[in-house]
């Protein structure tokens, strides 16, 4: 039992060390992606697409609460979401025989993401026009944060831009910003207001703060808490190969390989990093065939399905976004499975 803590802990480790080098990474690219990704026109689905493949938490939360205030497609959602990558490929990059695997993953979800992306966006007309419209005239803009599982920061607007009180944009989460004449925010008070935010914000001692939080404590942290989901799931797994036999389980799996695109949607449905890590695991032993890993895969968002659904007020459309990912992902499962007759990929 002593080596399967052991094991378990130098596994870890290696994962630790591959997540981390991303993460660092992508905390040094988050403040391109913040001023310059804009999920808008016909090109959100490709931006969002391409974005979520990046190993982070964020972005399918970004886009669920985007989602929420009607800034972006439901078509645009369900894309993010096929897509998001989460902790793959940073589990397979740690393992040096497996690492190519991940390139057919993260390219078939790339794909069907656009895929999915565009299709309900064609299908879905009137939802499309909709968030148009509200997008148009809509005062808000958004930042997009990728390392900060919290939804999309506001950026705050002086704009005299008149706003629209429609029953589109009444719909919306930020509808109350909507209603807000463009004389009050011109007010005296409310300039002096802004005005010293703004200085306060860049105070010095605040961004110094802000910089050892984002390119520091945050990445590290985020390490760390991903290194835990790893190492608790790994002396899980090497526990139980410890007691039972891996040759017993692979074969255990492999006897029900008709089933596993849906245990392992299933799977990909827990609101949490760890679904990614289990699915990744569970291929690189063996255990799972590519098509079930990939339907798996894309119907892990993370911890975005939490976040959407706190909008109780919406939870019938939202419920549907729910079924329609598992829908679409148990259709990928199976169909990829057939397709490469249940096995792994053979490189």
Same mark, same amino acid.
């Given at each position: 039992?002593a &080596?399967?803590?052991l094991?378990?802990?130098?596994?870890?480790?290696?994962?630790?060390?591959v997540?981390?080098?991303?993460t660092f990474i992508?905390a040094f690219?988050?403040?391109? @992606?913040?001023?310059?990704v804009?999920?808008?026109?016909k090109?959100?689905? /490709?931006?969002?697409?391409?974005?979520?493949?990046?190993p982070?938490?964020? @972005?399918?939360?970004?886009?669920?609460d985007l989602?929420?205030?009607?800034?972006?497609?439901?078509g645009?959602?369900i894309?993010?979401?096929i897509?998001?990558s989460?902790?793959?490929?940073?589990?397979?990059l740690?393992?040096?025989?497996?690492?190519?695997?991940v390139?057919p993953?993260?390219?078939f979800?790339f794909?069907l993401?656009l895929?999915f992306?565009?299709?309900i966006?064609? *299908?879905?007309?009137?939802s499309r026009?909709?968030?148009?419209?509200?997008?148009?005239?809509?005062?808000?803009?958004?930042?997009?944060k /990728?390392?900060?599982? &919290?939804?999309?920061?506001?950026?705050e607007s002086? #704009?005299?831009k008149?706003?629209c #009180?429609?029953?589109?944009? %009444?719909?919306s989460?930020? %509808?109350?910003?909507h209603?807000?004449?463009?004389?009050?925010?011109n007010?005296?008070?409310?300039?002096?207001?802004?005005?010293? &935010?703004?200085?306060?914000r860049f105070?010095?001692?605040?961004?110094?703060? &802000?910089?050892?939080k984002r390119y /520091?404590?945050?990445?590290?942290?985020h390490s760390?808490?991903?290194?835990i989901?790893?190492?608790v799931?790994?002396?899980?797994?090497?526990? *139980?190969i410890?007691?039972?036999?891996q040759d017993k389980?692979?074969?255990?799996?492999?006897q029900?390989?008709?089933i596993?695109p849906?245990?392992?949607?299933?799977?990909?449905?827990?609101?949490?990093?760890?679904?990614?890590?289990i699915l #990744?695991?569970?291929?690189?032993m063996?255990?799972l065939?590519f098509?079930a890993?990939?339907?798996g /895969?894309?119907?892990?968002?993370?911890? %975005?399905f939490?976040?959407?659904?706190?909008d109780?007020?919406?939870?019938?459309?939202n419920?549907l976004?729910?079924?329609?990912?598992?829908?679409?992902?148990?259709?990928?499962?199976?169909?990829?499975?057939?397709a490469?007759?249940?096995?792994t990929l053979?490189?």
């Amino acid at each position: 039992m002593a &080596e399967v803590l052991l094991d378990s802990f130098i596994d870890s480790l290696k994962i630790l060390a591959v997540v981390a080098a991303f993460t660092f990474i992508i905390a040094f690219l988050e403040p391109f @992606f913040e001023n310059k990704v804009k999920l808008k026109g016909k090109l959100a689905p /490709l931006i969002g697409v391409s974005v979520s493949l990046l190993p982070q938490c964020g @972005f399918s939360v970004v886009a669920a609460d985007l989602y929420q205030k009607r800034h972006i497609t439901v078509g645009t959602l369900i894309g993010v979401f096929i897509a998001t990558s989460d902790e793959a490929l940073p589990v397979f990059l740690s393992y040096p025989d497996k690492a190519l695997h991940v390139l057919p993953l993260l390219g078939f979800k790339f794909v069907l993401g656009l895929f999915f992306g565009y299709l309900i966006d064609f *299908i879905f007309v009137k939802s499309r026009k909709a968030v148009s419209h509200h997008v148009e005239h809509c005062n808000e803009q958004y930042q997009i944060k /990728l390392m900060h599982c &919290e939804g999309a920061e506001r950026i705050e607007s002086t #704009s005299e831009k008149c706003d629209c #009180s429609c029953e589109e944009c %009444a719909q919306s989460e930020c %509808a109350h910003l909507h209603h807000i004449h463009h004389s009050e925010i011109n007010g005296n008070n409310q300039k002096t207001g802004i005005l010293n &935010e703004y200085k306060s914000r860049f105070d010095s001692s605040k961004k110094k703060a &802000e910089k050892i939080k984002r390119y /520091l404590w945050a990445p590290l942290s985020h390490s760390l808490e991903i290194f835990i989901y790893v190492f608790v799931i790994n002396i899980i797994f090497g526990t *139980i190969i410890y007691y039972v036999g891996q040759d017993k389980i692979i074969d255990f799996l492999l006897q029900n390989k008709y089933i596993a695109p849906l245990v392992s949607v299933v799977i990909g449905a827990i609101p949490n990093c760890a679904s990614s890590i289990i699915l #990744s695991e569970l291929y690189i032993m063996g255990g799972l065939g590519f098509g079930a890993a990939l339907g798996g /895969l894309c119907m892990n968002a993370g911890i %975005a399905f939490m976040v959407l659904f706190k909008d109780i007020k919406h939870i019938k459309r939202n419920i549907l976004v729910f079924l329609s990912m598992l829908a679409i992902s148990l259709f990928i499962g199976y169909i990829f499975s057939l397709a490469f007759s249940f096995d792994t990929l053979s490189f």
